[in-house]
């Protein structure tokens, strides 16, 4: 199983504010989808909320503390190691989605990281700390710039750990 971290982060370390995200960038989305698309997701009950609704074509499970939760289209458990026993015996690649609580959750469990850093500072209340990640191996990076459908330039990195 490879555990990969998917995540957007400011150059403050910003990812979050009010339970939503802090821009627009179509093409990160767009890579975002096609990364991640096919894969199961993992993600907090509050990134879930924001989101809405299950991602499609995607195996959808939220961590939440709550015993009694049920949501349509969606496998609950009450904890990160839960989730990641659903996986166990598989060599699925699964994705991380956050947010901030869970990804200080997942950070053990990592062996690669999606990494989009956005060029903007903004205040927020829900942070990542990337500087841990900048060490491992850098796999690929990709520059885009900021223009009518994307607010920041930002770069898409993939790593992966020793
Ligand atoms: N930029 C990005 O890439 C990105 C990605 C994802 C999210 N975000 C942003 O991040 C923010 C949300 O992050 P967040 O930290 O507030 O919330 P979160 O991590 O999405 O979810 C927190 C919730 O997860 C559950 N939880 C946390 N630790 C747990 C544990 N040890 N055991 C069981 N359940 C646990 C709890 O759910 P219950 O309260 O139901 O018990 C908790 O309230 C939003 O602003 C969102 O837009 C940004």
Same mark, same amino acid.
């Given at each position: ?26 093409? *990160? ?38 015993? *009694? ?21 598989? *060599? ?71």
């Amino acid at each position: 199983m490879t555990v990969s971290i998917i995540v957007a982060v400011a150059k403050n370390k910003a990812i979050g504010k009010d339970n939503q995200l802090l821009w627009r960038l179509s093409d *990160d989305l767009k890579n975002f989808k096609k990364v991640t698309s096919g894969h199961a997701v993992i993600m907090g009950r509050k990134t879930y909320d924001s989101l809405g609704k299950p991602l499609p074509n995607r195996r959808n499970v939220v961590i939440t503390r709550q015993k *009694d939760l049920k949501i349509g289209g969606v496998e609950i458990v009450n904890s990160l190691e839960s989730a990641l026993e659903l996986f166990e015996n598989s *060599d699925e690649e699964i994705f991380i989605l956050g947010g901030a609580e869970i990804y200080k959750l997942a950070g053990k469990y990592a062996n690669k990281i999606y990494l989009t850093m956005v060029e903007a500072a903004p205040e927020a209340d829900a942070f990542f700390d990337f500087v841990p990640y900048l060490s491992w191996n850098l796999i690929s990076q990709t520059a885009f710039q900021k223009n009518e459908k994307n607010e920041f330039d930002f770069e898409v990195m993939e790593f992966s750990k020793n």
